[in-house]
């Protein structure tokens, strides 16, 4: 949603240059003009006061009132966001951005996946019967590369995947199904239609080479794309389209989607999903988000008993099947999750999930590194169990914010990349990777982490060791990872 506020913003600040913010559990005076300066004002309180008339009579534009708010609440401002716009005697205003939601959709692709399957029947004489289905599903645009006139497409793997699988037949006979036209169950026919595009898509051999094709070669037909990467275990895979100048090209209309950081989201923020739901085209809804974090268990994509546990975020805005894959974006157009999944039993509602966006660029990134070896996911492995010892919630910059104490359960046995480096016990505080520290508040954080982590590179984990902090270095070698695909 676009935030805006009554032109009172300044106009509030020029009356009275000393605010008291009553909200407060404690007297709290904050001068105007200081504020002015601390964002950056050179100058007198006079000249700042005559600055905020602006040119033409209007009210100046340039203040950035959460940066206001931000600093209150370090003086002492102990109320909400809109109790502070209150005590400035500011309306608070909450618009449909329509532009912003336009640049999402354009980041934003049906996919429709064409497969054969070949059935052979016992009984009374063997007889194979071969036949095309097709599926439907959603991608958002990851890149593009405005050169050769293509892009990067994320969606879910099981939208690119059919399993083999045995079927009745009736009368105690069964038929064994497998792939013809795709390779370990993936589609080898696939097809994207950005927004405003007919789908022409056809899911069998249209022009007789033997090949399942979706391009009718009408005017309004669909780019064809290819799959580079994947791991089913993650439910995530990625596309290479074909060349289009029309949608790729310098003047395309197709977008890269703009990446959130989904470890920042927040209970109760407004959120929309955009995707192809039920095969009808690209379509939008919204909501909120209702969990930032949990866990989910599925059934694996290739039919197997075996079952996968993905992290998600939850959301009442509707997820429809065919929205797998689209994109789940918050108020301010950034791409936050990609939708994969909702809960069908019949007595519950508006319960729908999405893959954390901060995870998923995560794989992508490790899957573009292992395109030329097949796009698998290549994760290392410290070779140590976890578990939280304490969790709290508090509210931090207006977010609702839960923080975990993160320790190791289980000592490292030897081959392990962590083996004699950490032990039962030991609370991961912070880790530092190519440069960068990042603070393990919660323990999804550092096993996602580890998958930017490659073959030779050295991490450093921050730890407290019974009362001591201490820094331990680990480096991991080619036995130290594990292979998703």
Not at 102 to 118: D, K, L
Not at 328 to 340: P, R
Not at 437 to 447: D, S, V
Request: with cysteine.
């Amino acid at each position: 949603m676009k935030k805006t506020w009554k032109k009172l913003v300044c106009a509030a600040l020029a009356a009275i240059s000393v605010l008291g913010l009553s909200a407060c559990t404690k007297e709290t005076v904050i001068n105007a003009y200081d504020i002015a300066v601390k964002n950056g004002f050179v100058g007198t309180e006079q000249e700042w006061l005559q600055s905020l008339h602006g040119a033409d009579g209007a009210d100046g534009e340039d203040l950035n009132i959460d940066d206001v708010y931000q600093w209150a609440q370090e003086k002492g401002f102990e109320g909400t966001y809109l109790e502070f716009l209150q005590t400035l005697g500011l309306e608070y205003i909450e618009n449909n951005d329509t532009e912003m939601l336009a640049q999402n959709i354009t980041s934003t692709v049906e996919i429709c996946c064409g497969f054969t399957r070949t059935v052979t029947s016992s009984g009374w004489g063997t007889k194979s019967t071969t036949y095309a289905s097709g599926s439907a599903g959603s991608g958002v645009i990851y890149s593009v590369n405005r050169e050769k006139s293509t892009a990067i497409i994320i969606t879910n793997y099981h939208v690119i995947y059919s399993n083999s699988m045995t079927v009745s037949q009736g009368n105690g006979q069964y038929a064994t199904v497998t792939g013809v036209d795709q390779t370990n169950g993936i589609s080898d026919c696939v097809y994207v239609y950005p927004y405003g595009e007919l789908n022409y898509f056809s899911s069998g051999d249209t022009d007789g080479d033997t090949v399942l094709d979706g391009d009718r070669g009408d005017k309004n037909h669909g780019i064809r794309a290819h799959v580079i990467g994947g791991a089913m275990d993650y439910d995530i895979a990625i596309l290479v389209t074909d060349a289009s100048e029309e949608y790729f090209g310098e003047n395309g209309m197709a977008t890269a989607a703009d990446l959130g950081d989904s470890n920042a989201a927040t209970v109760g923020e407004k959120v929309y999903a955009i995707g192809n739901a039920n095969g009808q085209g690209i379509a939008i809804t919204s909501g909120a988000l209702s969990v930032e974090s949990e866990y989910i268990t599925m059934g694996k994509t290739d039919g197997s008993n075996a079952s996968v546990r993905y992290r998600v975020m939850r959301t009442d805005a509707a997820i429809n099947h065919g929205n797998s894959g689209g994109g789940l974006y918050n108020a301010n157009g950034e791409l936050i999750g990609i939708t994969n999944a909702k809960n069908v039993e019949d007595e519950t509602d508006n319960m729908g999930y999405a893959l954390p966006i901060t995870q998923v660029k995560y794989l992508v990134e490790n899957m573009l590194d292992n395109r030329t070896r097949g796009g698998y996911v290549s994760r290392a492995m410290l070779g140590i169990e976890t578990l939280i010892n304490a969790s709290s919630a508090s509210i931090v910059n207006g977010k609702l914010t839960i923080t975990e104490e993160i320790i190791v359960s289980s000592t490292p046995e030897a081959g392990a990349a962590a083996y004699g480096k950490l032990y039962y016990g030991d609370v991961l505080q912070a880790v530092t990777i190519k440069g960068t520290r990042y603070e393990l508040t919660r323990n999804f954080i550092l096993p996602e982490l580890l998958l930017t982590v490659r073959n030779g590179e050295t991490i450093t984990l921050h730890i407290d060791n019974q009362g001591t902090a201490k820094n331990v270095e680990i480096t991991f070698s080619d036995s130290h990872f594990t292979k998703y695909a």
